[in-house]
């Protein structure tokens, strides 16, 4: 398990709701991924994608294309970042806090593909391991249903 260096605690359900909608309703490419967030906390986030014909990227054995492995990992490594930002600024009104992800984007980018994606839907978590000033480092991972894992994943995210 994954050591997180935000404090635990709880998101006011307004940033909870916002945050939701910045990350499944105005980020297209995650509507097309089908990620849908089940748990926003300052030290994880959970999401899970429901397998569908668009996503297969091999045809004879109905597996998980890997382009959607590591766009899901590095959505959650963002997802992540913006859900420690939110902790690191409870000062703030949730409204305040969401206006602060303009500048997220990804720097860099690792993928370790462990097993084939196979199955009916996926879990994918994430923790931030180090949120500076300037750029953020994350550890991600892709499992199945049952909890094995596919896929782990590490970013580094500019935050300012």
Avoid: C, W
């Avoid at 089908?34 to 899970?48: C, D, F, H, W, Y």
């Avoid at 597996?63 to 600024?89: K, P, Q």
């Amino acid at each position: 398990m994954i050591k997180s260096i935000v404090p635990a605690g709880e998101f006011e359900p307004e940033f909870i709701t916002g945050l939701k909608a910045i990350f499944e309703e105005k980020i297209p490419f995650n509507q097309v991924l089908g990620l849908k967030i089940t748990s926003l906390r300052p030290e994880q986030v959970t999401a899970r994608i429901d397998m569908k014909p668009e996503l297969v990227g091999h045809y004879a054995h109905s597996r998980l294309h890997g382009g959607v492995i590591s766009a899901g990992l590095d959505a959650m490594g963002g997802l992540a970042v913006m859900a420690a930002i939110g902790a690191r600024h409870m000062d703030e009104s949730p409204a305040q806090r969401l206006q602060r992800f303009g500048k997220l984007g990804t720097i860099d980018l690792r993928v370790d593909y462990l097993r084939p994606g196979i199955g009916d839907h996926f879990e994918l978590r994430a923790q931030v391991m180090r949120l500076g000033s300037r750029v953020a480092s994350t550890r991600m991972e892709f499992l199945t249903a049952d909890g094995k894992l596919l896929s782990s994943g590490a970013g580094a995210y500019i935050v300012s």
